[in-house]
C-alpha cells in the first residue's frame, strides 16, 4: 500500500513564526504535491515537485516555500506564518506517468494564532 | 479561473436511492479525470478514475460516467449507504503536465 505520512496532525502557530510541513512518501513516487483544502474553495495546489530539487509553482504559492533534496520527501515553507495561512495542508504523491492517481496524506490542520 | 467546477455544495440521499455527482471541466485538454472522497480531518482517499477513451467505468457500487462533447462527469453511488456521507471531489489532469485540478466539491449526506 502507497504510504504518504505528513509529520503533525495539528499544529497551532504563532504569527510571524517560520512553518515547516513535513511530508514523506514510501513508493518511489516521481511526483510530490501540496494542497490546501478551505471551506468552499476545494483544494488549491500550492507548490509541486516532479524531481528532486525541482519545483513548480501552483495556483497559490505566495507565502510558501518548498524543499525536495532527496525523492521521498517535500517539505513545505510558511516563511511568516500569517492568520490567512490557517487552513488544512494536504501533501500527495503520484508516479511519473501520465494517466495515475494521486495519493494523498491525512493532512495537517495548521492554525495561526 | 477554476477550470473543473462542482456546481452542487451539497447533496442529501435517502440510504438504498441513487445519489449523482456532478462536474463540468473547461480544459478539453483533459484526458484523465478521478473522483475522491474526503471525511473530516482526513486526507481524500481515490475512488474510481475514467481515461477519456472510455465513457463509462464501474468499479462495485460506484460508476463514473463522461461525456466528452458536453464536458461534464458525473459519480453514481448505487445503493447510498450511510458510510458513504463525506465530502467528493472531481479531478482532471491532462498529458501535457502533472497536475490535478480539483473542483471545490460535493458533501453528500446519506439519510438512513
Known amino acids: 500500500d502507497v504510504k504518504v505520512t505528513q509529520s503533525s496532525r495539528y499544529l497551532v502557530k504563532r504569527t510571524g513564526e517560520k512553518v515547516f510541513l513535513e511530508c514523506v512518501q514510501d513508493m518511489d513516487h516521481e511526483n510530490m504535491f501540496w494542497y490546501r483544502q478551505d471551506p468552499g474553495l476545494g483544494l488549491r495546489l500550492i507548490y509541486f515537485?516532479?524531481?528532486?530539487?525541482?519545483?513548480e509553482k501552483g495556483d497559490i504559492p505566495e507565502g510558501y516555500s518548498v524543499s525536495r533534496e532527496k525523492k521521498e520527501r517535500f517539505s513545505l515553507i510558511l516563511e511568516s506564518a500569517s492568520t490567512n495561512q490557517t487552513s488544512m495542508y494536504l501533501c500527495?504523491?503520484?508516479?511519473?506517468?501520465?494517466?495515475?492517481?494521486?495519493?494523498f496524506g491525512q493532512g495537517t490542520r495548521l492554525t495561526v494564532v | 479561473d477554476q477550470q473543473v467546477k462542482q456546481n452542487s455544495p451539497s447533496l442529501s440521499v435517502q440510504e438504498g436511492r441513487i445519489s449523482i455527482l456532478n462536474c463540468d471541466y473547461t480544459?478539453?485538454?483533459?484526458?484523465?479525470f478521478l473522483w475522491y472522497k474526503k471525511y473530516p480531518a482526513e486526507g481524500p482517499t481515490f475512488l474510481i478514475s475514467?481515461?477519456?477513451?472510455?465513457d463509462k467505468n464501474e468499479d462495485g457500487r460506484f460508476t463514473v460516467f463522461l461525456n466528452k462533447s458536453a464536458k461534464h462527469l458525473s459519480l453514481h453511488i448505487v445503493p447510498s449507504q450511510p458510510g458513504d456521507s463525506a465530502v467528493y471531489f472531481c479531478?482532471?489532469?491532462?498529458?501535457?503536465?502533472?497536475?490535478?485540478?480539483f473542483g471545490t466539491g460535493t458533501s453528500l449526506t446519506v439519510i438512513p
Open positions: 515537485s516532479y524531481d528532486v530539487k525541482m519545483k
Open positions: 475514467i481515461s477519456s477513451i472510455k
Open positions: 500527495a504523491s503520484s508516479l511519473g506517468h501520465l494517466n495515475t492517481e494521486a495519493f
Open positions: 479531478a482532471a489532469s491532462s498529458n501535457t503536465g502533472n497536475q490535478f485540478y
Open positions: 480544459n478539453s485538454m483533459f484526458d484523465y
